[in-house]
């Protein structure tokens, strides 16, 4: 089982950024994708997911009319297109597969499957 994201790099405050994430080793369909971050100093947060079979997505209101997520099923990708980024979005961003009942929650210990993480610098 692999999550590949990538994307990550540094971009001036108002920037953007889309993330990707491979999967393989798994069903895709199987199961509801998720982006989460981890800022330095804090706790890794859920911040937006995807029902891959419907497209259904779903934000936390700290990203939400800022960032969109998109899947491409038959290239197993689930992409993070990140705009008016600021200084607080600033993190290591990881995707992650858990099942569909918790992609609303995107609690950490309901995930499944957890990728790499790919680092998001944000300059003022």
């Known amino acids: 089982v692999q999550l590949q994201a990538s994307g990550g790099g540094l971009v001036q405050a108002g920037g953007s950024l889309r993330l990707s994430c491979v999967a393989s080793g798994f069903t895709f369909t199987d199961y509801a994708i998720g982006w989460f971050r981890q800022a330095p100093g804090k706790v890794r947060e859920g911040i937006t997911s995807?029902?891959?079979?419907?497209?259904?997505?779903y934000y936390r209101k700290s990203i939400e009319g800022r960032f969109t997520i998109s899947s491409d099923n038959a290239k197993n990708t689930v992409y993070l297109q990140m705009n008016s980024l600021t200084p607080d979005d600033t993190a290591v961003y990881y995707c992650?597969?858990?099942?569909?009942?918790?992609?609303?929650?995107?609690?950490?210990?309901?995930?499944?499957?957890w990728g790499k993480g790919t680092l998001v610098t944000v300059s003022s």
């Open positions: 992650a597969a858990l099942r569909s009942r918790y992609r609303l929650t995107l609690t950490l210990n309901r995930v499944d499957y």
């Open positions: 995807i029902d891959v079979i419907d497209g259904t997505p």
